[in-house]
């Protein structure tokens, strides 16, 4: 019940907001490390509660790290931040992110996407971090470590979400970032969240 209620609810909001990101994928995982996990998105009510822990300013510019068909990203640019950006190493999905931002209903913020490998990619704008579990640790540490190169390059303060955690070792043994949150909801157990910010 609580299942198809659910589900219900989320084709209700990609018809509110005029985006279609309801199923599930195995991306093309043309990456490094091959360690990309599969895309399906986080439940709106969750992802609503997330974001607004995030405290997002005007000054943020955010990236959702594997961001699939773009429900986060989407949802993100309906806040007043400066700018977000998505990434995605599935061509074919990063075409329906595109496609979404687009179409997208309410949208205060520019919206780009980028077809790549997150651990290759230049992060020297960016300060708030979205990751659904998009890929592996290896994969994981190479992106935090460019994430930190850019800081020490533009330094600037930087938070994460980074939800269902598998490779959350890779945040506790960086050592520039501290977990300032956890969270588990009680009714979806498997979408706990760690939040994290830079302590430099």
Same mark, same amino acid.
């Given at each position: 019940? =609580?299942?198809?209620?659910?589900?219900?609810? @989320?084709?209700?909001?990609?018809?509110?907001?005029?985006?279609?990101? *309801?199923?599930?994928?195995?991306? *093309?995982? +043309?990456?490094?490390?091959? &360690?990309? @996990?599969?895309? #399906?998105?986080?439940?709106?009510?969750?992802?609503?509660?997330?974001?607004?822990?995030?405290?997002?300013?005007? +000054?943020? +510019?955010?990236?959702?790290?594997? %961001? #699939?068909?773009?429900?986060? !990203? %989407?949802?993100?640019? /309906?806040? &007043?931040?400066?700018? %977000?950006? #998505? *990434?995605?190493? &599935?061509?074919?999905?990063?075409?329906?992110?595109? /496609? @979404?931002?687009?179409? !997208?209903?309410?949208? /205060?913020?520019?919206?780009?996407? *980028?077809?790549?490998?997150?651990?290759?990619? &230049?992060?020297?704008d960016g300060t708030v971090f979205w990751l659904y579990n998009p890929f592996g640790r290896r994969t994981l540490t190479m992106v935090l470590d460019r994430i930190h190169d850019g800081i020490k390059i533009a330094p600037r303060a930087v938070r994460f979400c980074y939800v269902t955690p598998e490779a959350e070792e890779a945040f506790i043994s960086c050592g520039w970032l501290t977990r300032y949150r956890s969270?588990?909801? =009680?009714?979806?157990?498997?979408? +706990?969240?760690?939040?994290? /910010?830079?302590?430099?």
């Open positions: 019940m =609580l299942s198809s209620l659910k589900s219900a609810h @989320n084709l209700f909001c990609d018809r509110r907001f005029g985006i279609e990101t *309801v199923g599930e994928y195995r991306p *093309v995982d +043309t990456s490094l490390y091959r &360690d990309a @996990n599969r895309s #399906g998105p986080l439940g709106y009510a969750i992802l609503a509660r997330y974001i607004k822990l995030l405290e997002l300013q005007p +000054t943020d +510019t955010v990236y959702d790290l594997g %961001c #699939g068909t773009g429900r986060p !990203l %989407c949802m993100i640019a /309906r806040c &007043d931040v400066a700018r %977000c950006v #998505g *990434v995605e190493i &599935d061509a074919g999905l990063a075409a329906i992110a595109r /496609r @979404n931002s687009a179409r !997208l209903v309410g949208r /205060r913020s520019e919206i780009s996407i *980028v077809d790549g490998d997150a651990a290759e990619l &230049d992060y020297r969270v588990k909801p =009680l009714l979806h157990p498997s979408c +706990t969240a760690s939040f994290w /910010r830079s302590s430099i």
